[in-house]
């Protein structure tokens, strides 16, 4: 089913995991790459996030987690104009391995919402998606993390779909085309040319908003793109070697219970 996209505010969770660069997550002074110590499976995944520091509560007690589920029939929309999305071209930036994600340090875009204006800090990527759209999954997801004046934070994101035709929005073509060059975390290289202008008129066409990792602190604002952009298999592939697996599950509907608590109860 082909959702027509818009734009949706919502305010929820966001991990300090993806906002790197940001108050939350300062960069290391002296630019090197610090790997993260946590990740998405196993006994580092998000069932365990709320017990690496005592600032990660809301993971497991948090009701506006995410990524949720977003049923368009049940949503309010806003208007696109009133999303002012501005990521000027670049000759290159820094593309990193953290890790637990690849991420993409820029800091010259804005974000204008409402009565609130944002600097870019970085966008990162999500395999498979961490939004599902009518309770379909996307093979890749991307976030650009932004941050205000007073340490509020507001992303905008973006779900991927394989194009039938090997077509790729050019933007993330020229960050693609490096990605063998850190497939170690904690590596970095540098990416071509970058354009925002196909990203940029997208977005007026398509949006609607929402928001998540440790501490899951609950105050950021989302916007979430409905309409898929295109992605070629061989990038695709690409990513998916390196990345492997970094998206959090589904979590409940935005005011009900956490998944973990539920399921604590169900124990007792």
């Not at 490096?178 to 904690?186: L, Q, W």
């Not at 492997?244 to 979590?251: I, L």
Request: proline share 5%.
């Amino acid at each position: 089913m082909k959702v027509t996209a818009a734009i949706l505010p919502l305010i929820a969770s966001a991990t300090a995991s993806r906002l790197h660069g940001t108050s939350l997550l300062p960069r290391s002074a002296d630019g090197t790459v610090d790997v993260n110590s946590f990740n998405y499976t196993n006994t580092g995944g998000p069932l365990t996030w709320y017990g690496l520091s005592k600032t990660n509560s809301a993971c497991s007690e948090g009701k506006h987690q995410s990524p949720i589920d977003i049923v368009t029939e049940d949503i309010d929309y806003a208007a696109a104009s009133s999303i002012r999305f501005n990521v000027p071209s670049t000759d290159n930036a820094k593309f990193e391995n953290l890790g637990s994600g690849l991420e993409v340090v820029l800091t010259n875009g804005t974000l204008v919402a409402g009565n609130s204006s944002y600097k870019l800090a970085q966008f990162h990527f999500h395999t498979p998606s961490e939004h599902r759209i009518n309770e379909e999954y996307y093979p890749m997801e991307v976030h650009f993390v932004f941050e205000n004046s007073n340490n509020a934070i507001a992303v905008v994101g973006f779900v991927f779909e394989l194009s039938q035709f090997g077509y790729s929005t050019p933007l993330f073509d020229s960050v693609f085309a490096h990605i063998d060059d850190i497939a170690t975390p904690g590596t970095y290289t540098k990416t071509s040319h970058l354009d925002f202008t196909a990203l940029t008129a997208h977005l007026k066409s398509h949006v609607h908003g929402l928001p998540h990792h440790p501490p899951c602190s609950e105050d950021v604002a989302w916007f979430l793109s409905t309409e898929p952009l295109p992605l070629n298999v061989q990038s695709y592939n690409a990513v998916k070697h390196v990345l492997k697996f970094n998206a959090r599950y589904t979590q409940n509907a935005l005011g009900q219970d956490n998944l973990l608590e539920v399921a604590a109860s169900e124990l007792n």
